[in-house]
């Protein structure tokens, strides 16, 4: 097939600066050189500015400098359940690749079902927790003929619903329907998200695995992977993995659980997030903030989560409305809903949402907004704060990663981008 016919590569930085844009230029060459001059239609799949540290805007405009001026090249970007990219948003990570070659993907509408996977499997993989098949539905355009490439792009980073983000799931999730999507988040509520994160074999991750193996043997799939953080809100590239086999994808695990995992000796009291405005509008996308540090979280103790751009809780109306309804009150809560509440069991992912989203009990969660008030905070059961009061406590722009007292001695710990990373207590470390 196609895609064997590229090179690999495995690439790791060997210094502080990491890869250069020029060695990641050269590497995007040196994986084309065997197909460039046989292409004619080529698809590119990156994230959308959720990721925008993923350093998948630099290596879609560099792929799309050296593809399009002898074919077309298509962007679908995968949104999964998100929001379109604004052009203000296309133009920050893409660069002047034009607007008009976005394909939207709209996860409800533009799926088409290619197979399942059989109930047996997600009953092993799953300890028995699930026991239905669940069925893969993708975008129409990944199926389209005229491709002669479809390249994947984007992190590897620690995930809350798979354990580590990308590879297959930017196909089947990322630009997959409601049946997978809503599977493998309930899968990942239901096994529990602190069995899975900043690992590899989750039981969504070998649902995917199934599905990649038997269901789209056919597609002239690529991957492109990226391992990155962002000190000082600086993209450093760690590490750039080119090729279609499963191996690549292992060793960008490998390599994010060393640049990714921030090891803690102690649990932290008081943790201070800040969402950046133009990435985080939604609580769908701000609970990072949540995922990200429950396992660093002292019981007893306080999560603020500084959100300027917060204005609504889905990132569509029917999701946004069933936050409303149900709010973030617990695993034992929603799953108990669920079984009496239909408009919850047909929408599992805004289920699995809510779930991952509380605390259990054991922390506070204060969301600090300034478009959302007080009655709509605590409505969905979190505490609220005015953002111009959180952030005279807690400045931003004074404030440094880690470790720190605020101006009033409380010891706080910092964390500007909940999305680059997972912290936790060293002791909760496995492998």
Request: with cysteine.
């Amino acid at each position: 097939m196609l895609e064997h016919a590229m090179n690999t590569l495995s690439l790791v930085g060997q210094d502080e600066q990491g890869i250069s844009d020029e060695a990641i230029e050269q590497a995007l060459h040196h994986a084309l050189k065997p197909i460039m001059e046989t292409l004619c239609h080529v698809l590119l799949v990156p994230p959308d500015y959720t990721r925008l540290h993923s350093n998948a805007g630099l290596i879609t405009r560099l792929l799309y400098q050296m593809l399009s001026p002898f074919c077309q090249v298509d962007i679908l970007p995968a949104l999964g359940t998100h929001q379109a990219v604004s052009p203000f948003q296309w133009q920050a990570m893409f660069g002047d690749i034009p607007y008009k070659r976005m394909i939207v993907h709209r996860w409800r509408e533009d799926v088409v079902p290619i197979g399942q996977v059989p109930g047996s499997f997600v009953a092993e993989v799953s300890d028995g927790l699930a026991t239905a098949a669940v069925g893969i539905e993708i975008n129409k355009q990944l199926l389209d003929p005229k491709y002669d490439l479809v390249l994947s792009i984007g992190q590897v980073v620690p995930h809350e619903v798979i354990g580590m983000a990308n590879h297959s799931k930017n196909i089947f999730v990322g630009c997959g329907g409601p049946a997978i999507i809503n599977a493998t988040h309930m899968l990942g509520a239901v096994y529990g998200m602190e069995r899975i994160m900043g690992k590899d074999h989750s039981p969504a991750r070998k649902v995917l695995d199934y599905a990649a193996e038997h269901l789209i043997q056919n597609m002239p799939l690529n991957y492109i992977l990226t391992v990155t953080d962002a000190p000082e809100g600086i993209i450093r590239t760690r590490g750039l993995f080119i090729g279609p086999q499963r191996r690549f994808f292992e060793e960008a695990v490998h390599l994010a659980r060393k640049t990714n995992l921030i090891l803690l000796n102690r649990p932290i009291k008081k943790a201070v997030v800040y969402l950046d405005e133009m990435s985080f509008q939604s609580t769908w996308l701000g609970n990072k903030a949540i995922y990200r540090t429950r396992m660093a979280m002292a019981s007893g103790g306080e999560l603020v989560i500084l959100a300027p751009g917060i204005d609504k809780f889905g990132e569509d109306p029917a999701m946004d409305a069933l936050i409303r309804k149900y709010g973030y009150r617990g695993r034992d809560y929603i799953l108990g809903m669920g079984e009496s509440q239909k408009d919850l069991r047909d929408n599992l992912s805004a289920a699995a949402h809510l779930i991952h989203g509380s605390s259990e009990g054991r922390f506070a969660i204060t969301y600090c907004t300034r478009y959302l008030n007080r009655e709509e905070v605590e409505g969905v059961g979190y505490q609220y704060l005015p953002y111009e009061d959180a952030t005279e406590r807690y400045p931003p722009q004074r404030l440094r990663a880690g470790w720190q007292q605020a101006a009033d001695g409380e010891e706080i710990f910092y964390i500007p981008n909940p999305a680059l990373g997972l912290w936790m207590e060293k002791s909760r470390l496995t492998d």
